[in-house]
């Protein structure tokens, strides 16, 4: 299994990013993937999820701010966040999610942080 994510990067409070996750080694398609970050000093949270069916779900601090979404074809799942704030500074991680768990290893994340 691989994860490999990417497109963060530095940007001012207020504006915008657009990360990518590109997956291989399993079936993408019929699994629920999540978004998750883990700022310095804290533990890692779930921060979005989207289902085979693309049903979502977001945690209530993106709400309204990040929307994910999947193109199948490419295994690939994506974050467009809007509206950032200094406290979305976090390195963020895509995985197959099962009941809002991780359920494969880590693979590489990508650095967002949110500074004037």
């Known amino acids: 299994v691989q994860l490999q994510a990417s497109g963060g990067g530095l940007v001012q409070p207020g504006g915008s990013l657009r990360l990518s996750c590109a997956a291989s080694g399993f079936i993408f398609s019929i699994n629920t993937m999540g978004w998750y970050r883990q700022a310095p000093g804290k533990q890692r949270e779930l921060v979005a999820t989207?289902?085979?069916?693309?049903?979502?779900t977001y945690a209530d601090s993106v709400k309204g701010r990040f929307t994910i979404s999947r193109d199948n074809a490419k295994n690939t799942v994506y974050l467009q966040m809007n509206s950032l704030k200094p406290e979305d500074t976090a390195v963020y991680y895509c995985?197959?999610?099962?009941?809002?768990?991780?359920?494969?290893?880590w693979g590489q994340g990508t650095q967002v942080t949110v500074s004037s």
């Open positions: 989207i289902s085979r069916a693309g049903t979502t």
């Open positions: 995985n197959p999610t099962q009941k809002g768990l991780p359920f494969v290893s």
